[in-house]
T-cell receptor, first 111, second 115 residues
Framework: GENVEQHPSTLSVQEGDSAVIKCTYSDSASNYFPWYKQELGKGPQLIID???NVGEKKDQRIAVTLNKTAKHFSLHITETQPEDSAVYFC??????????WGAGTKLIIKP | DAGVIQSPRHEVTEMGQEVTLRCKPISGHNSLFWYRQTMMRGLELLIYFNNNVPIDDSGMPEDRFSAKMPNASFSTLKIQPSEPRDSAVYFC?????????????FGEGSRLTVL
């Protein structure tokens, strides 16, 4: 069935370094790929999204890349800061116009 | 704007009891979603409403779960009877656009513990 695989499940980086989280999807009809950030005790919040007609999108320190041929997309965070510590979820749209979610990546920023 | 408002934030109940979770979406948002989050299964879509009409309830686990949206500003998710395996964080989210595109605005969740 449709699924989105997300790696790694936990990522620990030094403050100031870059972090990369990767997702692969199975539904070739997927055309919308959002990334959400969930802080402890809160609901997920959209941080960036990309559509299938674009290969890369950037917003300040965060960027997302998409490779439709390989069916994978990645989140890049540069110059990480303590407030980047959270759980990050990727998602991909399916042919039923719903989102299929990855399992999440816990990002830990070490001071 | 106040954001999506959910109540209660925490609920502890005993197996067999009825549980009602409530949600007030952001004004003007036409789409409303109920999600369940657990460590084992991650984020699961339970049901999706558009303009107060249930469009996709294929994620509702079983007949013990029901959801209603009597008007554009209120929705409920009911579990009757509740079971320990229903313990999870339940999120309500709303969106101005129909899925899949359109930002989802999540509430802070209702943490349910069934003993």
């Amino acid at each position: 069935g449709e699924n989105v695989e997300q790696h790694p499940s936990t990522l620990s980086v030094q403050e100031g370094d870059s972090a990369v989280i990767k997702c692969t999807y199975s539904d070739s009809a997927s055309n919308y790929f959002p990334w959400y950030k969930q802080e402890l005790g809160k609901g997920p919040q959209l941080i960036i999204d990309i559509r299938s007609n674009v290969g890369e999108k950037k917003d300040q320190r965060i960027a997302v890349t998409l490779n439709k041929t390989a069916k994978h997309f990645s989140l890049h965070i540069t110059e990480t800061q303590p407030e980047d510590s959270a759980v990050y979820f990727c998602a991909a749209s399916n042919s039923n116009y719903q989102l299929i979610w990855g399992a999440g990546t816990k990002l830990i920023i070490k001071p | 704007d106040a954001g999506v408002i959910q109540s209660p934030r925490h609920e502890v109940t005993e197996m067999g009891q009825e549980v009602t979770l409530r949600c007030k979406p952001i004004s003007g948002h036409n789409s409303l979603f109920w999600y369940r989050q657990t460590m084992m299964r991650g984020l699961e879509l339970l049901i999706y409403f558009n303009n107060n009409v249930p469009i996709d309830d294929s994620g509702m686990p079983e007949d013990r779960f029901s959801a209603k949206m009597p008007n554009a500003s209120f929705s409920t998710l009911k579990i009757q009877p509740s079971e320990p395996r229903d313990s999870a964080v339940y999120f309500c989210a709303s969106s101005r656009l129909e899925p899949p595109t359109g930002e989802l605005f999540f509430g802070e969740g209702s943490r349910l513990t069934v003993l």
